[in-house]
């Protein structure tokens, strides 16, 4: 089997014409120029460029990698879920596709599955983190509360402050995504919990309890719908004189 240089450094005969032949007896050395066939020029001079690299490569250590590799091996599965984050922000969960994503990180579909095993994997590893991020945390920031209502007030405080656009995009995906559906209930039925059970803590009756906190957490999902999100001060302070009309609407729990 012919190797690679001699394809690519010893091209047929056919394609090359003999310019000129001289030779100097005296000193012994002889001086061939060819004339390379201009159609075959190109392709000829790519490939030895093409061999050059790969040679290059080689006398490296083996450890190294060439630069596409090295760039694509410097990006991690949090890379893409952050620019599938931004992108949902952004442009919706249509914006949401390995090709999309792809361009914003300047590298190839092909870098997308070294990560994901396929697009649902990708989705689920994306909802994970805003669940964890829009749900856990932020749950767990409210819940340093020294009292129920102040608990209530930082919860609502900082669900105020997240992003814009993500969870309405959202909300839009789960109509037409189970998957995201799925993840959008598990969310609402948190939350809605959480609130439930700090209003348990001071409303006259658990059914009390339930209508204050679904109020609030309804408050919340309509606030986004609207916009109001956009302008983070003015839907926390909605958020906050909502809730406490309803608070000051009951007397305390004996």
């Keep these: 089997m012919r190797t690679f240089q001699s394809l690519v450094l010893r091209p047929k005969m056919s394609h090359i014409r003999k310019r000129s032949i001289s030779v100097n007896r005296s000193n ?143 909300r839009a995906w789960a109509l037409h995504d189970p998957l995201v559906a799925e993840f959008q209930q598990r969310v609402d039925a948190t939350r809605l919990a959480f609130a439930v059970r700090m209003c348990r803590r001071w409303a006259r009756s658990p059914s009390h309890a339930e209508i204050i906190g679904q109020a609030a957490h309804l408050c919340l999902i309509g606030g986004q719908q609207a916009g109001l999100r956009r302008d983070a001060s003015r839907f926390n302070k909605l958020l906050q004189d909502a809730f406490t009309l309803f608070k000051d609407t009951l007397p305390p729990r004996v």
């Design 28 to 170: 012994v050395t002889s001086a061939i120029s060819f004339k390379v066939n201009s159609r075959r020029s190109a392709a000829v001079q790519n490939a030895v460029a093409v061999y050059a690299m790969f040679a290059a490569y080689q006398s490296r250590s083996h450890h190294t990698q060439p630069v596409w590799c090295r760039h694509m091996s410097k990006l991690t599965r949090n890379h893409w879920v952050s620019a599938g984050l931004e992108s949902l922000d952004q442009e919706g969960h249509a914006g949401v596709s390995a090709e999309i994503l792809a361009r914003r990180l300047n590298v190839t579909r092909g870098s997308f599955y070294h990560h994901f095993r396929n697009r649902e994997d990708f989705v689920r590893t994306l909802l994970a983190k805003w669940e964890e991020d829009y749900t856990e945390r932020m749950l767990a920031y409210a819940a340093q509360g020294r009292t129920a209502s102040e608990t209530l007030m930082r919860y609502l405080s900082i669900a105020a402050e997240k992003q814009p656009g993500r969870e309405v995009a959202i």
